[in-house]
Nanobody
Framework: QVQLVESGGGLVQPGGSLRLSCAAS????????MGWFRQAPGKEREIVAT????????YYADSVKGRFTISRDNAKNTVYLQMNNMKPEDTAVYYC???????????????????WGQGTQVTVSS
């Protein structure tokens, strides 16, 4: 069982930055892919970014490419999402998700993730 705890959400002005963190429990963090998703009111949960267990492969949604960066520190069991040049349309609840231990390649399909954090609110507004 993997437990995920997100932190770092909040209110930011357009053009500003935030960094989200997601800490995972357990000893197998380096063996599975991680992802960040978001869900705005009335919308489906969508992929933001995902990273392989090795850190070397990443994927970004077109809407965040060039502005957001996903990274992970396997020694700290933590995945990060650095968000720069934020826009009002980035407002959503952000969730981190963990794939099954042993599945290393990144996953863009939310149905493939076995574990989810509780979510953290991000609001971009002036």
């Amino acid at each position: 069982q993997v437990q995920l705890v997100e932190s770092g959400g909040g209110l930011v002005q357009p053009g500003g930055s935030l960094r989200l963190s997601c800490a995972a429990s357990g000893r197998t963090f380096s063996t599975y892919a991680m992802g960040w998703f978001r869900q705005a009111p009335g919308k489906e949960r969508e992929i933001v970014a995902t990273i392989s267990c090795s850190r070397f492969s990443t994927y970004y949604a077109d809407s965040v490419k060039g502005r957001f960066t996903i990274s992970r520190d396997n020694a700290k069991n933590t995945v990060y999402l650095q968000m720069n040049n934020m826009k009002p349309e980035d407002t959503a609840v952000y969730y981190c998700a963990a794939d099954r231990p042993g599945r290393c390649g990144y996953q863009t399909n939310k149905e493939e993730y076995d574990y989810w954090g509780q979510g953290t609110q991000v609001t971009v507004s002036s």
